[in-house]
């Protein structure tokens, strides 16, 4: 019976030490469970980074393309459009020379009307002097010239002679009168062209002033293709660089995950990943919100980029609260974003702070919701000061509105 005892007494201790035992390891791998959920965690995150800055770095990229094909029409139409000036200063030239030899030739018109219009005046009063002196000193001579012929043959024939000594100079004022006439409808026909010409040359000055206007119209969108493209082109550098500082990010978690396996195995495991709902986080800054999620229209080149969050405007240097409950797994600066802070809240869901002027927490640590994390800033090139703010599951952007 007292050996029973014993063999009991021992097997309850051998019992209680393997419980022990059990214990210990069951708190081993919990941890370990708890180290390796983190940083798969973080892994995935920055992967899910990776893969949409990779695919913001695939949009600009195409922006680019976009708009050089944009920039190689404009430049065409602005060669199209400086030939039409071309031709327009040729029509000009033309035009301009027509009309300095039709005002030429009216000059000429002009003298030669002034001209015979003098040699009308001076002839009209000869041959007034000459009737006066006819009809008062010599009316008889010519009668008794034509009332002495010898015969009615002799008579008509000395009619003839009085008559054409009359009709001399009558007729040289008829000739110079008929010369005015044509000289006057020459010159009006000169000026009638003139005015024709004149209103031509107005109309290519207005053609001319036109597709003057058509061209630096285009320069004027080539030169904002131009800056755009220079916009896109930063754009896409800082991108590539965020890139690389995501996948050194990638690369660090890896070799801390690699030291921690060393010392307690990891496991695998699923984790419940929360839904949208209102009314979970908290808007980080009272603001305007300028920039809404999702794909937006810039109007001027007719192109679209992505937001993956929201942009709320705010004074520089304003406070920044944090949406939600959580612990900071980032805080730092990424090229494109400034200054950010990605706080993870559970559940595969994380919100993005960026273009911070200041980060006020560190690294690693818990934070309540409201709590004070930052300041607005405009680091990360943007034109003026405000919060970009994003929301992610499993390191995918969503709407922050759907959570707010």
Same mark, same amino acid.
């Given at each position: 019976? $007292?050996?029973?005892?014993?063999?009991?007494?021992?097997?309850?201790?051998?019992?209680?030490?393997?419980?022990?035992?059990?214990?210990?390891?069951?708190?081993?791998?919990?941890?370990?469970?708890?180290?390796?959920?983190?940083?798969?965690?973080?892994? *995935?995150?920055?992967?899910?980074?990776?893969?949409?800055?990779?695919?913001?770095?695939?949009?600009? @990229?195409?922006?680019?393309?976009?708009?050089?094909?944009?920039?190689?029409?404009?430049?065409?139409?602005?060669?199209?459009?400086?030939?039409?000036?071309?031709?327009?200063?040729?029509?000009?030239?033309?035009?301009? /020379?027509?009309?300095?030899?039709?005002?030429?030739? *009216?000059?000429? =018109?002009?003298?030669?009307? =002034?001209?015979?219009?003098? @040699?009308?005046?001076? &002839?009209? @009063?000869?041959?007034?002097?000459?009737?006066? +002196?006819?009809?008062?000193?010599?009316?008889?001579?010519?009668?008794?010239?034509?009332?002495?012929?010898?015969?009615?043959?002799? $008579?008509?024939?000395?009619?003839?002679?009085? /008559?054409?000594?009359?009709? $001399?100079?009558?007729?040289?004022? !008829?000739?110079?009168?008929?010369?005015?006439?044509?000289?006057?409808? %020459?010159?009006?026909?000169?000026?009638?062209?003139? +005015?024709?010409?004149?209103?031509?040359?107005?109309?290519?000055?207005?053609?001319?002033? !036109?597709?003057?206007?058509?061209?630096?119209? /285009? /320069?004027?969108?080539?030169?904002?293709?131009?800056?755009?493209?220079? =916009?896109?082109?930063?754009?896409?550098?800082?991108?590539?660089?965020?890139?690389?500082?995501?996948?050194?990010?990638?690369?660090?978690?890896? %070799?801390?995950?690699?030291?921690?396996?060393?010392?307690?195995?990891?496991?695998?495991?699923?984790?419940?990943?929360?839904?949208? @709902?209102?009314?979970?986080?908290?808007?980080?800054?009272?603001?305007?919100?300028?920039?809404?999620? #999702?794909?937006?229209?810039?109007?001027?080149? &007719?192109?679209?980029? $992505? !937001?993956?969050?929201?942009?709320?405007? =705010?004074?520089?240097?304003?406070?920044?609260?944090?949406?939600?409950?959580?612990?900071?797994?980032?805080?730092?600066?990424?090229?494109?974003?400034?200054?950010?802070?990605?706080?993870?809240?559970?559940?595969?869901?994380?919100?993005?702070?960026?273009?911070?002027?200041? *980060?006020?927490?560190?690294?690693?640590?818990?934070?309540?919701?409201?709590?004070?994390? #930052?300041?607005?800033?405009?680091?990360?090139?943007?034109?003026?000061?405000?919060?970009?703010?994003?929301?992610?599951?499993?390191?995918?952007?969503?709407?922050?509105?759907?959570?707010?």
């Amino acid at each position: 019976m $007292f050996k029973k005892r014993l063999v009991l007494e021992r097997n309850k201790k051998i019992f209680s030490t393997w419980i022990l035992i059990l214990i210990f390891i069951l708190f081993a791998v919990l941890f370990g469970y708890g180290e390796s959920e983190s940083y798969n965690q973080k892994i *995935i995150e920055e992967n899910e980074r990776l893969k949409k800055i990779d695919q913001q770095i695939k949009t600009v @990229k195409n922006e680019i393309n976009n708009l050089q094909k944009k920039e190689s029409g404009y430049l065409e139409a602005l060669h199209k459009i400086e030939k039409l000036l071309q031709d327009a200063e040729k029509e000009m030239q033309t035009t301009e /020379k027509d009309l300095k030899l039709a005002q030429k030739e *009216i000059k000429i =018109a002009e003298d030669e009307f =002034a001209l015979e219009k003098d @040699k009308l005046k001076k &002839n009209t @009063k000869v041959l007034e002097n000459i009737l006066r +002196e006819i009809y008062k000193y010599h009316r008889v001579d010519f009668l008794v010239i034509l009332f002495t012929s010898q015969s009615f043959s002799d $008579f008509i024939t000395r009619y003839r002679y009085v /008559k054409k000594i009359l009709s $001399f100079d009558v007729q040289i004022i !008829n000739d110079i009168r008929q010369q005015i006439k044509k000289t006057n409808d %020459k010159k009006m026909s000169l000026e009638n062209r003139e +005015e024709i010409l004149s209103l031509l040359k107005k109309e290519v000055e207005k053609e001319r002033e !036109n597709i003057q206007f058509s061209i630096e119209s /285009k /320069k004027s969108i080539i030169h904002k293709i131009d800056s755009q493209k220079e =916009a896109y082109l930063k754009s896409l550098k800082e991108l590539e660089q965020s890139s690389l500082d995501i996948k050194n990010i990638i690369e660090r978690v890896y %070799k801390e995950q690699k030291e921690a396996s060393q010392k307690t195995p990891l496991k695998e495991s699923l984790v419940i990943t929360l839904k949208p @709902k209102k009314g979970i986080l908290s808007l980080p800054i009272q603001g305007e919100i300028i920039s809404q999620y #999702g794909r937006q229209k810039n109007t001027d080149f &007719n192109t679209y980029t $992505f !937001n993956s969050g929201i942009d709320i405007s =705010a004074p520089l240097g304003e406070v920044v609260h944090a949406s939600g409950s959580g612990e900071v797994i980032y805080a730092g600066s990424i090229k494109g974003y400034g200054q950010i802070i990605i706080i993870d809240h559970g559940g595969r869901v994380t919100t993005l702070y960026a273009h911070l002027s200041k *980060i006020l927490i560190a690294l690693g640590s818990k934070v309540k919701k409201d709590q004070i994390i #930052g300041n607005v800033g405009d680091s990360g090139g943007v034109p003026s000061p405000r919060l970009h703010f994003e929301v992610r599951v499993e390191g995918k952007p969503t709407d922050p509105m759907d959570w707010l």
